[in-house]
């Protein structure tokens, strides 16, 4: 199992960026596949970002690719999301997610591909 907290949200102006972090627990992060997901308020939860468990290939929603990067550090146990030019509309609660599963395609792309979930970070972006 592993346990996981996010951190690093907060408020924002429209084009201002900020790193979201994700510590996770245990001595198999290197095992996960971790992906970041967010949820605005009246809206489903949304794919952001996944990493595969090496760090070597990572994929982006279309609404986000370019502005956002994932990466992780497997001897921390932590992924990160950086988000550049920040929009209003990304304004959500974020949440960082683990699978022990090796990423295999687009079913990572959805939120009940992952077991765990941290409390989520809000991030509130004004314009």
């Known amino acids: 199992q592993v346990q996981l907290v996010e951190s690093g949200g907060g408020l924002a102006q429209a084009g201002d960026s900020l790193r979201l972090s994700c510590a996770a627990s245990g001595r198999t992060f290197s095992l996960y596949t971790m992906a970041w997901f967010r949820q605005a308020p009246g809206k489903e939860r949304e794919f952001v970002a996944v990493i595969r468990r090496s760090g070597g290939t990572t994929y982006y929603a279309d609404s986000v690719k370019g502005r956002f990067t994932i990466s992780r550090d497997n001897a921390k146990n932590t992924v990160y999301l950086q988000m550049n030019s920040l929009k209003p509309e990304d304004t959500a609660i974020y949440y960082c997610?683990?699978?022990?599963?090796?990423?295999?395609?687009?079913?990572?792309?959805?939120?009940?591909?992952?077991?765990?979930w941290g409390q989520g970070t809000q991030v509130t972006v004004s314009s």
């Open positions: 997610a683990a699978d022990p599963s090796p990423f295999s395609g687009s079913s990572y792309y959805y939120h009940g591909q992952y077991g765990y």
